[in-house]
């Protein structure tokens, strides 16, 4: 079955950095646009930015940009998602997805890696 898995989470002094890794499994990883989204307590899901099937191509949500980087490797079937200058508004469970068409309509969801952002 398809599993993504995220790892890399953790404590981190504003200022900061941090960097995600996201292990694809069961699915044909080339094919599909990666995404990373955030969820903070008591607000919803957001998205934070997403690579595409080629790694050429990144989009990323204006409150990240310029801060947060997305890459990944086809060969090893990863995504990841550095982080610098990381903010305490930064801290949210952040989830990698893989979806074939849109954000909105995500296939796969891994299961999160916490950061939090201390002052």
């Known amino acids: 079955q398809v599993q993504l898995v995220e790892s890399g989470g953790g404590l981190v002094q504003a200022g900061g950095s941090l960097r995600l890794s996201c292990a694809a499994s069961?699915?044909?990883?080339?094919?599909?646009?990666m995404g990373w989204f955030r969820q903070a307590p008591g607000k919803e899901r957001e998205f934070v930015g997403s690579?595409?099937?080629?790694?050429?191509?990144?989009d990323y949500a204006n409150s990240v940009k310029g801060r947060f980087t997305i890459s990944r490797d086809n060969v090893k079937n990863t995504v990841y998602l550095q982080m610098s200058s990381l903010k305490p508004g930064d801290t949210a469970l952040y989830y990698c997805?893989?979806?074939?068409?849109?954000?909105?309509?995500?296939?796969?969801w891994g299961q999160g890696t916490q950061v939090t952002v201390s002052s």
């Open positions: 997805a893989a979806y074939a068409t849109s954000q909105t309509r995500v296939d796969y």
């Open positions: 069961g699915l044909t990883f080339s094919t599909y646009i």
């Open positions: 690579i595409s099937r080629s790694g050429r191509g990144s």
